[in-house]
Each structure stands twice: as C-alpha cells, then as structure tokens.
C-alpha cells in the first residue's frame, strides 16, 4: 500500500505587501536583496505588522477548503537555522493554547473520492537559495526579496495513492484556489509542495523543495519507485527528509527528519492573538465566489453538455466571460465559441489581458451562427481577428468578407460560371447525386465556403431545369 500526503505552499499573490511589512508581495523580476526592510530581514528591536488580507485570504481558502473557521487564532515561532531564514525563525501557525491555525479540517472533493485536509496555515516565505560553481568556485547565494510574503499552507492527511491521483488533487486545488482570486497559480514559485511517502510498513520519507506541481508527480513517482525497489531487495526505508534534484529529476538524501519537538515552537509574543467573531466569520463566508462544483451544475441546467461544462466551470476568467456574455438560448453556443476557440487562442494570462474579445462581441458571434449567417469556420475566423484587433462584430464580416452569401441571385451567378466550367457534372446531375455534391463543393471553393449549402442546392437544381 502506498500513502502520499502532502504539505502544499501557495504565496498569497494578490496581496500588495508582505505578511508582516511594508515590502513589496511582488518580488518577481527585482534585483536580488531589494526588496527587504528592518523587519522582514530580522533585525532586532523590529516589531512584526499583520497584513489584515493576508489573514482573510488564509480563512478564505480554509472556508472554501470546507474548513472549521477557527474562534481563537494565534502565531507561533518554529524555530531553526537557515541561511534563507534570517530571523532564525518562520512565523507560522500551530493548534495549541487553545488556540488554532486558519482552518482544518476539510476535504477536497475529487469525484469518486475526497481528500482530507488536516490544517490550513498562514506562515512567511523563506528567502530563496541559488547554489552555483563547482569545486572550490562553488558558490551559495541568497535573495531575501521573497523573505517574508505570505504563504498558505495546506497540509492533506494520507490519502493519496498514486502519481496521477496526486496530480488530479493538485490541478483542482489549484483550479480552486485561483477561483478564490487569492492567488495566481501561474506565477513562477507560487505553489510549491513538499510530499511525504511510504509505501508498505515503511517510514515516512519527505521530499521538499518541489517547485512546481509537474515537477510534483515526478517527485512522487521516482520515490515510490526507489522505495519499492528497496524493498523488493530487502532492505528497509529510512524515514529521512530527501530534496527534489530538478535538474537530475531524482530525490537525494538531505538529512534526518527532524520532527515537531525539535523546532522549539512558542507563541510569538510580537502579534496579539486573534479572537474572530462570529459577524466577521460569517460576512466572510458571505463573500466567498461561487464555488467550481456549484457552476458546474448551473451550466448543465442551461444545456451545456457536462465536458465543455467541466472546462467552462474550473476556468474563473473564462467562465466570469461567458457569464457576462450569455443571455440563456445562446449559452450553449457562447460556451462552445469558449472552449473550442478562444481558449485555444489566449490560453496564458498575458493573451487573455490582451485578447479583443468582450462579452458582447461572443453574444453577437454566438448569434450570427445560430441565424446561420456565419458559419462555423467563419466563425472561427472572426474571433481570431476580434481576438487580435478587437473591433465590433458587423465591421469584422464586412472587411474580411465573412458573412454567409444568402442572396439568391448572387448565388445563381456563381452557379452558372460552375455550370460553364464543368460541363460533364452537370450533364451527370440529373441521375446522379454525387455528381450535384461536386457542383456544390465547386460554388463553395468559389465563395470561400460562404454560400449558403441549401440555398445553393436549390439554385442547382433551378439552373438544370430540375
Ligand atoms: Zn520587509
């Protein structure tokens, strides 16, 4: 039996300064060690300031998380030595004294099976370490530019089983902590995971530093693997804490695994405690987003069939499109036009912020092809050039010449040249339908595929006197 549990970091990077100072919650892109003050470098007689949204974030995600909102909160000093940690200690959150962390336990529903939280936690980042040079060139060097942003942790119970198991729970907490609109799970270093596996009767190896969730099923795979083999030869696992080697794709041996005694924890002095009352937790309950499973079962009640749904509903930017867009008879097509092209077109949040696409361009697309003016492909194309240049449906269709040809005498025109030109066919048209389906394939070649295939059937048939 396999048992993977595991201790997800997410940065809270909606905030605009750091959990207990004034610094910047954006570090990405500034010069390293330039983004630090007095307090979230350590220095002594400093006093720690908690950011209020911060800790609304952690609640948020707690709440959402199906978590206990807790009555009494408090932080705690874990305590150790790291060149990243210049306090020599993380600020974090602990249950004990009566009081607790931002929430647990809860669950994440999976589909066929939920899993377990056991705590949601609010804590600083550390510092970031780059190691570099060999020999005696070798080199550590430190950024504290991220010392101090706030960071969520989830901590699961056991319940994972495999690789893939650990992939689909990672990909919906990520979906739903991005629908909270705390965090952006994009963003280089946002979420981070540290994973604790046994397999059998074997102890239980951490390996930490994962960097991304790709990177996290990897981890996973290769330490159930390496402890399977070990056994199958014999030998016994070790509980240990082992790093994640990015770079050679493999876990190596760090140290022996320290457990909780070891970091010496007490109550942080400096942050008042915490009593949350019951007005305040539930306003904040209040405002928590429509949640991904609850969207979900409303897109099906408009007709959305359950895969572009699923799509549609795990997506916060694109579904808060398609909800502004869609009137009801057309949201079937609008979320078709969504999932099909324009997700395909802007997937990054960069294409997204510069698409041209607005709501009321895909309700005037979703109508021009259920009237059947434009067809599919057309349609396709319009939303590439509103896409890339914005601009309003009606000017789209008639610069690039997109609209179906519905006028008949147009139509009959293009006939008669296809009539001129293929003699045989339309000798053979009378008897033989495949040979109708050639002079049809013919008109649309000539109209770009825009003639409209009834009208252009009956103009056919008009022509050769059928
Ligand atoms: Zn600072």
Not at 367 to 372: Q, W
Request: glycine share 12%; with cysteine.
């Amino acid at each position: 039996m396999r048992r993977i549990g595991l201790e997800i970091h997410c940065q809270l990077t909606g905030l605009e300064s750091k959990l207990f100072c004034p610094c910047r919650s954006d570090y990405r892109g500034m010069a390293p060690n330039t983004n630090t003050c007095p307090t979230c470098m350590g220095v002594p007689g400093t006093l720690p300031r908690l950011n209020r949204g911060a800790l609304r974030g952690a609640l948020l995600i707690g709440m959402a998380l199906g978590c206990k909102t807790p009555e009494r909160l408090a932080f705690f000093r874990k305590n150790y030595f790291y060149p990243d940690l210049p306090k020599n200690f993380q600020t974090t959150q602990l249950d004990a004294y009566w009081h607790s962390s931002a929430g647990g336990p809860g669950s994440v529903d999976l589909g066929g099976g939920s899993v377990r939280i056991r705590r949601v936690q609010l804590e600083e980042d550390p510092g970031r370490i780059t190691y570099g040079g060999e020999g005696r060139n070798r080199t550590t060097l430190v950024d504290y530019n991220r010392a101090g942003v706030a960071l969520v942790e989830i901590v699961t119970e056991p319940d994972l089983e495999d690789p893939a198991h650990v992939r689909r729970f990672v990909s919906a907490l990520a979906d739903l902590l991005e629908n909270l609109g705390v965090t952006d799970p994009g963003l280089e270093g946002a979420m981070r995971a540290d994973a604790n596996v046994s397999v059998g009767d074997g102890a239980r190896v951490e390996v930490k530093n994962v960097g991304s969730f790709r990177d996290l099923e990897r981890a996973v795979r290769f330490e159930i693997t390496r402890q399977e083999e070990l056994v199958s030869r014999g030998g016994t696992v070790a509980g240990e804490t082992r790093q994640w080697d990015e770079g050679r794709r493999i876990t190596v041996g760090a140290r022996v695994k320290e457990d909780d005694p070891d970091y010496r924890y007490f109550p942080e002095g400096d942050i008042p405690w915490i009593r949350l009352d019951r007005g305040t937790a539930s306003s904040l309950r209040a405002s928590l987003p429509e949640g991904i499973a609850e969207r979900r079962a409303r897109y099906a009640g408009l007709g959305i069939p359950a895969q572009v749904a699923d799509v549609l509903s795990s997506d916060s930017h694109y579904s808060a499109l398609f909800d502004r867009a869609h009137t009801g008879p057309d949201a079937k097509e609008i979320a078709n036009l969504v999932t099909s092209d324009l997700m395909g077109l802007a997937a990054t949040r960069e294409e997204r912020r510069g698409s041209g696409v607005t709501a009321g361009g895909l309700r005037d697309l979703a109508a021009a092809v259920i009237s059947g003016r434009l067809s599919r492909k057309s349609a396709k194309e319009a939303l590439l050039r509103m896409h890339e240049g914005g601009g309003d449906l009606e000017g789209i269709i008639r610069e690039a010449g997109l609209g179906n040809v519905t006028d008949s005498a147009e139509i009959a025109g293009v006939v008669a040249e296809v009539i001129a030109e293929e003699p045989g066919a339309a000798a053979d048209a009378a008897s033989n339908p495949e040979a109708v389906n050639y002079l049809v394939g013919m008109v649309m070649k000539k109209t770009r595929g825009r003639a409209d295939p009834a009208a252009t059937i009956s103009e056919i048939r008009r022509a050769l006197g059928g």
